[in-house]
């Protein structure tokens, strides 16, 4: 579990920023960038639809050696055997979403200060997502952005595996990377560029030149 974040970017769907564009479509061409994590986070779909593309994306992210997470979607996630699920803090607690899911497999939690980083911990979580680092609008009520304080607290306190989310653009990736995020988690800037393949090797880049 603790390697289940050892890459340098953990992309995320969304259909609606991707141009046009369908979750398949935007997905494969991430797999084929070298994408290694991948959450599924549509959420306004029908669960029928969310199902059915989840099925190809299991496959999908299969055949590319990528860790496939869903987002909120546990009963989804079991039924495509995701490689775990994201949670955030005002659903399901972590303790019953192991008894749901089992051991063997990863959970993620939003957390948004100290206190919940330690929460998260204490709970089982496998990893957190850190942030929002900077104001996004790719996710409806979203709480105020916590900046680097917060990062560089986990990144001095904990040793739970965690990747900073919250408006990380190619501008500014790697001064996330400087403050100390190993991985960087990013929707629009990757699903809404016309060429995918050629954004991820930029961002990439931006990343190296910070470490």
Do not use: W
């Not at 259909?15 to 549509?42: C, F, H, N, P």
């Not at 669960?47 to 099925?55: N, T």
């Not at 939690?109 to 900077?134: K, M, N, W």
């Amino acid at each position: 579990m603790q390697r289940v974040l050892d890459t340098d970017i953990y992309a995320l769907t969304d259909e609606g920023l991707s141009a046009g564009r369908t979750t398949i479509e935007v997905s494969d061409a991430m797999l084929k960038a070298g994408i290694k994590v991948l959450q599924y986070r549509e959420k306004d779909k029908k669960a029928g639809a969310m199902l059915e593309e989840c099925v190809a994306l299991r496959r999908m992210t299969r055949e590319a050696g990528c860790t496939f997470i869903v987002n909120d979607h546990i009963d989804i996630a079991m039924l495509v055997d995701a490689d775990g699920v994201h949670v955030g803090q005002e659903d399901l607690p972590v303790e019953e979403v192991r008894r749901l899911i089992g051991p063997g497999k990863i959970i993620g939690l939003s957390t948004h200060s100290p206190e919940q980083c330690r929460d998260a911990i204490a709970r089982g979580a496998d990893y957190i997502g850190v942030g929002p680092i900077f104001a996004t609008k790719t996710k409806k009520d979203v709480c105020a952005p916590v900046g680097y304080e917060y990062l560089e607290y986990v990144v001095k306190n904990h040793d739970i595996p965690h990747v900073a989310i919250g408006g990380i653009k190619l501008h500014n990736v790697a001064d996330v990377v400087r403050h100390g995020a190993r991985c960087c988690a990013l929707v629009s800037e990757i699903v809404g560029a016309d060429d995918i393949a050629g954004m991820v090797a930029r961002l990439r880049a931006e990343i190296a030149s910070a470490r």
